[in-house]
Each structure stands twice: as C-alpha cells, then as structure tokens.
C-alpha cells in the first residue's frame, strides 16, 4: 500500500474525470454553480469511499458471476441514503441537483473503481482509494464550476457567497458569455480541460524520456 | 385531443428539444464511447431506444401497483435500477434464443445499457413529472430516438473527424467533446420550438 502513489494518481495521472474519462454525465450537468460541485463532489466522494469498503470487504464470498449485480446493490443502498440525508438537511442541494443525486447509482467512477480497484485489493488500500478518487473528482467539478461560473456568468461562489447567495459578482454582469453556463459550456469547457491535462502528461513524459 | 397534443409535446421535446445528449447531459458515457463508428451507433441506439421504452413502462406498473401502494417510495433508486438490470439480462436471453442475428449485432452493447444513466435518467424523470402510462412510455421511447439520432449524427461526424487537422492534446476524447458541444450549440436552436 502505497499512499503518496494513491493520492498522485488519484488526483493528477489517473485522474476519474480527466484521465479515466468515467462520470462525465454528471460532470457536465451539474457544474453551474460552486454550490452545486461542491455539494455533487462530496456526494460522490462519501458514497464511492463506503462502498468501495463494503465491496472489497464482501469480495471473496460474491460469486464472480453475480459481482456486477452485487456491486450495483451495495450502491444503490448508500446512494438512497445519501438522496435521502441531503434532501433532509440540505433541500436546497436537492431541488437545484435533481435527479443527479439518485443517477449517482449509475455513475461510471464508482462501478468503475469497484470493478477495478476494491474488487482486487484489501478493506484499507480500497478506503483510501476512495477517498482520493473521490478527491480528484471533486477537483475537477470546481475547476469546472468556477471557469463556466466566472467566464458564463461573472460570479464567484453561487450558492454559498455573495447576497441572496449568487455568488459574488467579479466580472459585471453584461459581459460574461452565457453560453457557457448552457449544456454547450459543459462539452467545450470539459473538451479543454482534457485537452490541457493530455497536453501536460504529454510533456512531463517526454521530459523524463529525455533525461 | 388535448391527450394527443400533450402526447406530441412530449414526443419533440423528447427527440429534440429537450434532447437526452444535448440539454440534459444523460448517457453521455456510451455516446462518447460507441460513437466512432455508424454502424455499431446505430445498433447501440435502437437497443437503447427498446430498453428505455420497455424500462419505463415496467418501472411505471412497478412503481404505482408496488411502491407506492405499500409506501416504499423510498426505495425507488434501488429498485428501478434492479428492474432495469433484470430487464436487460431478460432481453438478453430472449434476443439469444429468438434472434441470435439481433444479438450478435448488439453483442456487448446490451449488457453496458444497465449502467446508461439515460434508462434510469427516463424513469426517474417519468416518475419527477408524474407521467401517467401511456405518457410515460412515449417519453421512453422518444427520449430513446433522440439519443439515437444523436448518437448516429454524431458518430458521421466523428468518422470524419479523422482526417482533420486540429492540435495534438486534441486528439480522442477532448475533440470529441467540442464537437458534442457545438452540436448542442445547434441543438439549442430547437428550445425556441413552440408548435402550439
């Protein structure tokens, strides 16, 4: 178990969202305001750590034949829970997310990592793969959520900042582009951050190719 | 007649409109993923416009006549989603012993529709805007062919997109990306539809 090697490849060189290119519906859709990445990140954070422990912790008694069913169970049961905590205690999460909290159940990180990760591996090794898979998907919605934020709409922080909770105005509001906070910012802004992070794998390999 | 314009708005907001790819960002993994070629588009969206029709009309009956009658309606994300996995393994089955053809040309396609957030996006949406039966089945299949003439425009596209000449960090998924997000841009013009 190595946690430095976890946590860079979780984050940076085999990054769920940039790299592996899984989870990209909910992304894309939800990525309009901090609030909503924010809240959609820690979502899927909680709900990849517990059953990525439930899953390596069940993995020798689940016939190899029924694992996908299994593992699809083990979700669904943890996403119900977190659908029904956050409409609880955060209904203003759950009316503005929709019906991307309970499609977190077909998210395609978290089969994913159970799939290839806490199906192969121990109890712990698969916590923290969790954890820090769940970390960089995090990452990538707020980077995304504050580029389509600022240059779609002006603003800084919608949802938590600013009065009536818009967001704090950066840019006045006629000059940033709306199209950006429309599905079609979702593609283009995604298109380019991949694009960025294939640019600079590219180039850190070359430099330790030419070392 | 107010069951049948009802019925038609559904119908083009479905397919155009309110496009599953393009305005509500469900199914995106199998559009990006098995879209490089027309033919195998094709097949993977009709088999998705058959799951989706068949997922939302099993989930309605199951819904009202299970869920809602014993006060479960808690449990609809589990079990929608049991449903529509059992669904597509009964397809599965049916379609290898009745139409092997069929089902060699669907080949691994069926088995990936059970984690497409479409099927469960549709009943879940079905259930959010309290379709009745008839509605929601047609919501099922419409939502279906939209995906598929997104999915197969996409994939002409995408077929041609090899001989063109953009930068190299560009290359698989992040220009497939641009140009889904410039298809959404065309798609947008659509939302000024108003038939009635």
């Known amino acids: 178990m190595n946690l430095g090697k976890q946590f860079k490849e979780g984050l940076i060189t085999n990054n769920p969202v940039l790299v592996q290119v899984l989870g990209m519906c909910s992304t894309m859709a939800i990525t309009t305001s901090f609030f909503n990445g924010l809240g959609m990140g820690l979502a899927v954070t909680v709900i990849l750590t517990l059953s990525n422990v439930i899953i390596s912790a069940i993995r020798k008694?689940?016939?190899?034949?029924?694992?996908?069913?299994m593992f699809i169970v083990v979700i669904a049961g943890f996403v119900t829970c977190v659908d029904l905590l956050i409409q609880a205690y955060v209904p203003s999460l759950a009316t503005s997310l929709g019906v991307f909290i309970p499609l977190i159940v077909v998210n395609c990180i978290i089969l994913g990592r159970a799939e290839s990760f806490s199906y192969k591996n121990g109890v712990a090794a698969s916590f923290f793969d969790g954890i820090f898979?769940?970390?960089?998907?995090?990452?990538?919605?707020?980077?995304?959520?504050?580029?389509?934020?600022l240059l779609g709409a002006g603003t800084f922080g919608g949802g938590i900042?600013?009065?009536?909770?818009?967001?704090?105005?950066?840019?006045?509001?006629?000059?940033?582009?709306?199209?950006?906070?429309?599905?079609?910012?979702?593609?283009?802004?995604?298109?380019?951050?991949?694009?960025?992070?294939?640019?600079?794998?590219a180039k850190s390999k070359n430099k330790e190719e030419s070392k | 007649m107010d069951q049948i314009t009802n019925l038609l708005a559904i119908m083009l907001g479905a397919i155009l409109a309110n496009n599953f790819i393009f305005s509500q960002f469900l199914g995106i993994c199998p559009f990006l993923g098995v879209s490089k070629k027309v033919d195998t588009a094709v097949g993977m969206g009709i088999a998705v416009t058959f799951v989706m029709g068949l997922a939302s009309a099993v989930c309605y009956v199951v819904n009202q006549f299970v869920l809602i009658k014993f006060g479960l309606e808690y449990m609809q994300t589990v079990t929608f989603i049991l449903v529509i996995a059992s669904l597509v393994q009964f397809i599965e089955m049916f379609l290898q012993k009745s139409m092997?053809?069929?089902?060699?040309?669907?080949?691994?396609?069926?088995?990936?529709?059970?984690?497409?957030?479409?099927?469960l996006g549709v009943v879940?949406?079905?259930?959010?805007?309290?379709?009745?039966?008839?509605?929601?089945?047609?919501?099922?299949?419409?939502?279906?062919?939209?995906?598929?003439?997104?999915?197969?425009l996409f994939a002409s596209i995408r077929e041609r997109l090899v001989f063109a000449d953009y930068p190299?960090?560009?290359?698989?998924?992040?220009i497939a990306l641009v140009t889904a997000g410039l298809m959404a841009l065309?798609?947008?013009?659509f939302s000024g539809l108003k038939v009635w």
């Open chain 1, 61 to 69: 008694i689940v016939p190899d034949k029924i694992r996908i069913a």
């Open chain 2, 124 to 152: 879940l949406l079905n259930v959010q805007n309290s379709y009745g039966f008839i509605e929601s089945v047609v919501y099922g299949i419409t939502g279906g062919l939209g995906f598929l003439l997104a999915i197969v």
């Open chain 2, 168 to 174: 190299k960090a560009f290359e698989g998924f992040p």
């Open chain 2, 100 to 119: 092997p053809s069929l089902y060699t040309a669907l080949g691994i396609y069926l088995p990936l529709i059970t984690t497409n957030c479409a099927v």
């Open chain 1, 161 to 201: 900042l600013g009065p009536d909770l818009k967001g704090i105005q950066i840019i006045p509001s006629q000059f940033p582009a709306g199209m950006l906070t429309l599905p079609v910012g979702g593609f283009l802004v995604l298109g380019c951050l991949i694009a960025f992070m294939q640019w600079a794998l």
């Open chain 1, 133 to 149: 898979q769940g970390i960089g998907y995090t990452v990538v919605l707020l980077i995304m959520c504050i580029i389509r934020e």
């Open chain 2, 186 to 189: 065309a798609f947008m013009g």
